[in-house]
């Protein structure tokens, strides 16, 4: 059972920073995909930030040039840098990770627990 584990959790003002981490279990195969995504009340979930094992990024528009996502393969650990922080990206900010468990196991994703963000004065 692959277990990733979200730390960091937020009360900023606006325009403050904060970092989240999320650990994958050790002992995994291969960590594929790994990304941020986040849910605001009664809003769907948002695709904010993803990263490939190789290091390339994508961001949503709503939080490109602010957020910044990194991940280090070797502890199959991913980072999410969230810089001048809006009342709008108050959320529960969740860590996903496209996973091998062992050499030819199917490709899955998994899920960290939530952790909140929220940006208020």
């Known amino acids: 059972q692959v277990q990733l584990v979200v730390s960091g959790v937020g009360f900023v003002q606006p325009g403050g920073s904060l970092i989240l981490s999320c650990a994958a279990s050790?002992?995994?195969?291969?960590?594929?995909?790994m990304s941020w995504v986040r849910q605001a009340p009664g809003n769907q979930r948002e695709l904010g930030a993803v990263i490939t094992s190789g290091g390339a990024t994508t961001y949503a528009d709503s939080v490109k040039g602010r957020f910044t996502i990194s991940r280090d393969n070797a502890k199959n650990t991913v980072h999410l840098h969230l810089n001048n922080l809006t009342l709008e990206d108050t959320a529960v900010y969740y860590c996903s990770a496209n996973v091998a468990r062992y050499w030819g196991d199917n490709r899955i994703d998994y899920w960290g627990q939530g952790t909140q963000v929220t940006v208020s004065s």
């Open positions: 050790v002992g995994i195969f291969r960590v594929y995909v």
